[in-house]
Structure formats: C-alpha cells, structure tokens
C-alpha cells in the first residue's frame, strides 16, 4: 500500500498524537531501513516479507506492535514501566520508547523472521502427534466435519431452551468443550478464522473467534462480522476470545454503545467487560467508557441490560482505586434513579462490590 495512505492515517490525529507517533515511524525506519511502509491489520506499518512492526494511536494513549508476542515475551524486563499486552506496548501521548528500544524490539523480530519462525500468529503442531488436525488445517469443510462428529443432538435442543441461544445461523449443537478441542490444534489461523465466518454456521462462528489473529484483525472486519450478530453467546464469544486484544476495542466500544440493533449494542459492554476482565486498556480508557454506561443504563432490552451490567461490574473489580471509585459512585447513581432498569443494575453493582470489599 503507498506511504500516502500512512501520512493520511496520521494526518487524522491531534497534533501531539501526530508527533508522537513520527518519532515512533523514524525510529523504525531507522532500525529497518529496507523495510516497506504501509497500512496493515488497519494501522501504519513496516513490512519486510512479513510485518515487522507497527504503531497506532488509542483515544488516551499510543502504542507501538512488534507484531509478535514472543519479542514482547523476550524483551519484558526491558518493557518495565510499559503497559504491555501480547504484541503490543502502549506509553502515553508524547512519551514514546526511547529509539534504542524500539531498534531492539525490531531486531528481535526481524531474527524470528529470519529463523523461520511465526512469532504468536500460529502455533504448529507436529503432523506425527497429531494427523487429524494437519489435516483440517485450512480445511474449512475439515473443521466443519468435525464440528459435525462432535455434535450433540441433545444440546442441540438445550442451546434455546437452557441456554437462550435462538439464532439464525445453521446450529450443530457442539458443546463449547468441544469446540475448544478442536480449536487448539488449529494454531492462528486468520484466513481460515475468516473462511469459518462466512459459513454461517454457529458453532464454526465461534470456533473463529479462537483460530482468529487479534494483531490481523482491522475495525472494518469487526464491523462486518457484528451485522450478523443475532445472539448472546456468539457476542460473548467473540468479545472474550479475539476483539478485547485489537487495537480497535476502545473505539469499536464507543461505536457500538449508540448501536440500535440489541446485539451490536451489546457488543459494545461485553467488549468493555472482557478488556476490563483480561487487562485491556488503560484507567483513561474506562474512565471514558463510564458514561457510556450511564447513558445505556435505561435501555431495557434484555441482552442490552445485561451485558451494560456486566460492564459496570467489571470495571468496579479493576484493582485501580481511580476506577473503583467511579465504578461506586456510577453505581450509586443508577441504584437512586428513577428509571427501574438502571436502578437494577446499580442495585446489582453494588450488591457484587459489597461482597468484594
């Protein structure tokens, strides 16, 4: 993709954001000169045969993406003081890592590259060990015929009646152990992650969200793949195993929380709850995400309210006193207000920190 497609990426920003994120650029440029630059997994970029490191900007926050959780993994008594996740490292707006540190992280990534190994985007294993799921690797009628062996038709008929899940899609009735079985052979598998999608079935739905590569994974594909969101457990699913570790949460978050579909809308808190749960983000991003919460306390829309519940909950168990406090005094609110459902989930909230405290 042209460099101009970068300078527009960029030319988005604030101006601090803008200047912070160059320094981040020329600092790569600088450690990988042959590299090329462009847009991938929705962000600036530099490729050398294979994406070697990126960099983007979050709402209160920058990050660099060495594009591998194994360097993050290798470099982490390096990172101290960096807010880290696998394959990302976030530093505040005008503090970006020093050059010498940034040329490390390229380096070790250009080494993995080198030594022909994957980094965190798939985990092979051995064919003698295990043939079958060599041989439903990048098989999508594979995956699906083994979904179908493990089926079960009596949970099948459980997913509405015991678990509420009615959907549209094609369902087999493989249990979610099941799934997971099947998924861990698989390794990352992003392309196939997308294959599973367009099928239309259930339980393929959320075994992608396991096969799926978070750092590959662009805001556009998210948008797409929450159109034909059309139960809890598929939003859940997906929040909790693949969307909480893009770079795009927090801004899909925001998107979503004014979404009138029910299930969109939902999107938006179990995804907030899921970066709360699993470290995600920093105190300024669920700060902001706090009147979110507040505005869509009075939707009484059943999987809406829930999901809007959950969030709150969430983010008053953060060991953050910051967030522990608003999360309380939110909470507070919503238990005095006069509309019922946002006086439940206040009521809810605080019942759960009460025991917690």
């Known amino acids: 993709m ?7 990426y960029l030319a988005r920003l604030s101006a601090d954001k803008r200047a912070t994120l160059e320094r981040v650029r020329k600092a790569i440029r600088a450690a990988a000169p042959d590299a090329e630059e462009g847009m991938r997994y929705g ?60 040329r490390k992280l390229v380096h070790a990534r250009l080494r993995e590259i080198d030594a022909g190994t994957k980094g965190t985007s798939r985990r092979r294993t051995p064919a003698k060990t295990q043939p079958a799921s060599a041989e439903m690797r990048h098989d999508v009628n594979g995956v699906l015929r083994a979904l179908e062996r493990n089926a079960s038709t009596r949970f099948r008929a459980d997913m509405a009646a ?85 770079p795009h949460a927090f801004r899909q978050i925001a998107k979503w929380a004014t979404a009138k579909d029910e299930f969109a809308k939902r999107a938006a808190f179990a995804l907030l709850a899921c970066c709360a749960l699993h470290k995600r983000g920093d105190d300024e991003d669920f700060l902001t995400a706090l009147p979110l919460i507040e505005r869509a306390a009075t939707d009484g829309r059943n999987f809406v309210k829930k999901g809007v519940s959950w969030a709150l909950r969430a983010i008053g168990g953060k060991k953050s006193p910051r967030l522990r406090t608003a999360a309380r005094a939110l909470a507070r609110r919503l238990a005095e207000s006069d509309d019922p459902v946002a006086r439940l989930i206040g009521k809810e909230a605080l019942r759960e920190f009460a025991k917690k405290s």
Request: hydrophobic share 40%; with cysteine; proline share 8%.
């Open 43 to 102: 962000m600036p970029a530099f490729i050398q045969g294979k994406p070697i490191a990126g960099y983007a900007a979050s709402t209160h926050h920058c990050a660099c993406y060495p594009m591998s959780g194994a360097v993050v993994e290798a470099l982490k008594s390096e990172l101290e003081g960096y807010a880290t996740s696998k394959g990302a490292i976030r530093f505040p707006v005008g503090k970006p890592p020093p050059p010498s540190l940034i």
């Open 2 to 8: 042209p460099v101009s497609d970068v300078d527009a």
């Open 162 to 246: 015991r678990y509420g899940i009615v959907t549209k899609d094609k369902t087999l009735g493989t249990p979610m152990a099941r799934i997971k079985t099947i998924a861990k052979p698989l390794g990352k598998d992003h392309a196939l992650a997308e294959a599973l999608w367009r099928t239309g079935v259930y339980e393929a739905k959320l075994l992608a969200s396991m096969v799926g590569e978070p750092e590959r994974l662009t805001a556009a594909q998210m948008e797409r793949w929450a159109k034909h969101f059309d139960n809890w457990a598929v939003v859940d699913t997906l929040c909790f195993n693949l969307f909480d570790r893009t």
